[in-house]
């Protein structure tokens, strides 16, 4: 079930930025509850899903090695936000970016949202 969305994907070139925002829907934010960590995967072609990067309420954070250094995730636990700022882009970095949110500390897995394409190329 859809209850997240994501907003900022896009076509990008190699080394350039793009930054992607989640928040939940307004049909769902009343049943989203107990939110311990939020965070992105991804999945590009002919690749594993991946999880990119998660954050706690805490804001304490946690990066794929892929990523680290590059991306920076952060989060507004009023409102149950999340936001991943990407620099440096790669061709590799090309996938479906997923937000999620859960219980599970530093794996959401329950609520989801739709996907965003972010595709790197020149």
């Known amino acids: 079930q859809v209850q997240l969305v994501e907003s900022g994907g896009g076509l990008v070139q190699p080394g350039g930025s793009l930054r992607l925002s989640c928040e939940p829907l307004?049909?769902?934010?009343?049943?989203?509850?107990?939110?311990?960590?939020m965070g992105w995967w991804r999945q590009g072609p002919g690749k594993q899903r991946e999880l990119v990067a998660a954050i706690t309420t805490a804001s304490r954070t946690q990066y794929a090695d892929s990523v680290k250094g590059r991306f920076t995730i952060s989060r507004d636990n009023a409102k149950n936000t999340v936001r991943l700022q990407m620099e440096t882009l790669k061709p590799e970095d090309t996938a479906v970016y997923y937000c999620?949110?859960?219980?599970?500390?530093?794996?959401?897995?329950?609520?989801w949202g739709q996907g965003t394409q972010v595709t790197v190329s020149s």
């Open positions: 307004e049909a769902a934010s009343g049943s989203i509850v107990k939110i311990n960590t």
């Open positions: 999620a949110a859960g219980r599970k500390l530093f794996y959401p897995d329950e609520y």
